[in-house]
């Protein structure tokens, strides 16, 4: 199964919580916090700007980070994806 998003909207696939401090001590379930980092998976065809169709910004295998409680959290098997749009990433990791 793929996922393919409308619009100005793009899939990231959210990286895996950590359950360890820097420090070494493990985190319970209810203490670690959500991810703000992932990979984007796939990307919408853009958004209409004045009536023209403008591309996105991020393209698939960029890493980014986007605002902590945005988007919509899709499970797929054991896989976790956010469905977010494009002004909810902040920040492409190079």
Known sequence: ??????GDKVVIKVKAEEEKTVG????????????????VI???????????KVPLDVKVDDEVIYSKYSGSEVKIGEDEYL????????????
């Open 24 to 39: 070494g001590i493990l985190l319970p379930g209810s203490a670690q916090e959500k991810p703000q980092q992932g990979k």
């Open 1 to 6: 199964m793929s996922l393919r998003p409308l």
């Open 83 to 94: 469905i977010i749009r494009q002004a909810d990433i902040l920040a492409i990791v190079e």
């Open 42 to 52: 796939a990307v919408g065809t853009g958004e209409i700007v004045d009536g023209k």
